[in-house]
């Protein structure tokens, strides 16, 4: 079967770092997603990787390893408006995304 | 990055009526529409995948003939719960792809239904 695990629940100090692990199996591989989810909100698009490597945008890294099976989320200087829930999804050989249970990430001042 | 609505927000209705839940890409053809919902601290639960101009394929456990889809274009799909119960209360999300990059979805922002 295909599953995606990533930890139910996190917490973090205000300007902190944070890394959230995702490890996958899933029936092909054609990238992997990371979203940022507020309570009652949609998903945001934070990253995407296909590719071994480490990507960054700002505050934010995504790491992806392929043969491990394995991504990580990286926040830098952690501010309170991140507090939410972060998904991390797989995109399947039929480019259907797979979906963790993901992250509820708790920012304490 | 492209832009989805979603229309109404929040909708209130009684058990045994049907809801029409639209969701619009603004900005972009959508190829591929995606619906899903979400139970409150769970996480995103697909239930159909609608190409435009052809039938949606369901997902395992999901009642084609209660939740009907209809991708009447490539801007548009809509998602009609049908004689809605109480279980069917949900955050229903629409994310729609077109022919970019990565294949990127965009996300709408969500209808919550509750059903009294």
């Known amino acids: 079967g295909q599953n995606i695990d990533q930890p139910t629940e996190m917490t973090a100090t205000e300007g902190a770092i944070v890394q959230i692990n995702c490890t996958y199996q899933?029936?092909?591989?054609?990238?992997l997603f990371w979203y940022q989810q507020h309570a009652g909100e949609a998903p945001t698009f934070l990253s995407y990787?296909?590719l071994d490597g480490l990507e960054e945008k700002g505050r934010f890294s995504s790491f992806l390893s392929r043969s491990k099976g394995y991504s990580y989320l990286l926040l830098k200087e952690l501010q309170m408006k991140d507090s939410a829930s972060y998904l991390c999804?797989?995109?399947?050989?039929?480019?259907?995304?797979?979906w963790g249970a993901g992250t509820k990430l708790i920012i304490k001042p | 990055g492209a832009v989805v609505s979603q229309h109404p927000s929040w909708v209130i209705c009684k058990s045994g009526t049907s809801v029409k839940i639209e969701c619009r890409s603004l900005d972009f053809q959508a190829t591929t529409m995606f619906w899903y919902r979400q139970f409150p601290k769970q996480s995103l639960m697909l239930m159909a995948t609608?190409?435009?101009?052809?039938?949606?394929?369901?997902e395992q456990g999901v009642e084609k003939d209660k939740f009907l889809i209809n991708h009447a274009s490539l801007t548009l799909s809509t998602l009609t719960v049908t004689s809605a119960h109480p279980e069917d209360s949900s955050f229903y999300i629409c994310?729609?792809?077109?022919?970019?990059?990565?294949?990127?979805?965009?996300f709408g922002p969500g209808t919550r239904l509750t059903v009294l």
């Open positions: 994310s729609a792809r077109g022919d970019r990059e990565y294949n990127e979805q965009f």
């Open positions: 899933t029936s092909g591989f054609n990238g």
């Open positions: 990787n296909v």
């Open positions: 609608s190409n435009e101009g052809s039938k949606a394929t369901y």
């Open positions: 999804a797989v995109m399947d050989s039929n480019y259907q995304l797979i």
